[in-house]
């Protein structure tokens, strides 16, 4: 790792602890509502590709926490941790899975393809890499415009595959564009040609011929992703550079709903090995250790969140299905 792991420090403010909290609240948020999406899935209210983020969560919160509200992201298929962390509602997001009309794109993206504008969350990308270039647009949109936001995109290791990663990152590299390039190497791509993993490691060492600041960081650690992002926050924003972060995690579940969890390509005890790194115990112990949280609290806020997930899947369940005339209408027709 670049950088010593980051440590909460002794003293913390009442604001800083209430922060912290929140990103613990937030990743428990993310577990739970995938846990629901995946039993919904099986009960067959989801349709669709569906892939869950468990595992992974301490990467979009620990980076969404270092931006600002203007900023810009983009990521793939494997979204809905993503777009929670934006601060998107559990209700619009779980309404989508479901198809419905009160769902964020009105029920015309599903799973891949959640959206909201008004929070600069540009999709949920379902062609692997397709959204690094578009990023990279983003990026020089904002430098054109004169703007200090910075453009964010996520993407698995095996997007590093495409040819449009390498030339998006050259492009930001040269033009020196505020962009963060976020891989989330969990160490499989599933779906490749030949439909078995490509493990596939050091993705800066591959990426970094570019001219740009590249990073790898543990993203089971959420204090590690978000002092890795504000590295890469305030060099887009101060110095209209870019940054590549490659975070190695690990997905916990399989690849998308009808992948297994182990036994295929890899193994149960590779599993639950990775499982003893779960970035929510490993932040939850951090906050207990600090004495910021308790065993009362945690089981306090797993209540609350509970209730919110349980809100977000009768929201969805009551809610209509879109009318056939939505086919013809564009969801931000008129918008920015
Ligand atoms: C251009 C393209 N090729 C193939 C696929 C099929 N596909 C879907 S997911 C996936 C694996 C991607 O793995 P990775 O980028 O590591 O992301 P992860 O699923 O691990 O989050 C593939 C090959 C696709 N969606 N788009
Ligand atoms: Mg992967």
Request: net charge negative; hydrophobic share 40%.
């Amino acid at each position: 790792m670049a950088t010593a792991a980051p440590t909460i420090p002794k003293k913390v403010d009442a604001q800083t602890a209430e922060l912290y909290r929140s990103w613990l609240r937030q990743m428990i948020l993310i577990r739970r509502f995938e846990e629901k999406t995946g039993e919904a899935y099986s009960l067959g209210q989801i349709g669709g590709f569906c892939h869950l983020y468990i595992g992974q969560e301490a990467v979009a919160v620990g980076s969404i926490a270092a931006l600002r509200h203007d900023d810009v992201l983009t990521c793939s298929y494997r979204d809905h941790g993503h777009a929670l962390a934006r601060g998107m509602s559990a209700r619009g997001i779980m309404a989508e899975l479901f198809g419905k009309a009160t769902g964020c794109t009105k029920g015309k993206g599903g799973s891949m393809h959640l959206f909201d504008a008004s929070k600069g969350f540009l999709g949920g990308h379902g062609i692997v890499g397709a959204h690094i270039p578009i990023t990279t647009g983003l990026a020089f949109a904002i430098k054109y415009k004169k703007g200090d936001q910075v453009a964010v995109c996520y993407f698995g290791e095996a997007a590093v595959n495409n040819g449009a990663f390498h030339e998006a990152l050259n492009m930001a590299a040269l033009w020196k564009l505020p962009a963060i390039f976020i891989c989330e190497n969990n160490r499989y791509g599933m779906g490749t040609a030949l439909e078995r993993a490509s493990a596939i490691y050091d993705i800066s060492e591959r990426a970094c011929s570019y001219d740009m600041a590249n990073e790898v960081v543990d993203g089971q650690d959420l204090l590690a992703m978000k002092a890795a992002m504000d590295r890469a926050v305030t060099r887009g924003r101060k110095e209209s550079l870019p940054t590549l972060l490659e975070v190695r995690t690990y997905r916990f579940m399989g690849h998308s709903m009808s992948d297994p969890i182990h036994g295929h390509y890899r193994t149960k005890e590779e599993v639950e090995e990775q499982r003893k790194r779960d970035p929510i115990a490993l932040w939850g112990d951090q906050l207990k250790a600090a004495k910021l949280i308790d065993d009362a609290g945690i089981k306090a806020m797993e209540e609350d969140v509970m209730a919110e997930v349980m809100d977000s899947l009768k929201f969805a369940e009551e809610s209509p299905d879109p009318d056939p005339s939505e086919l013809w209408t564009d969801v931000y027709a008129g918008s920015n």
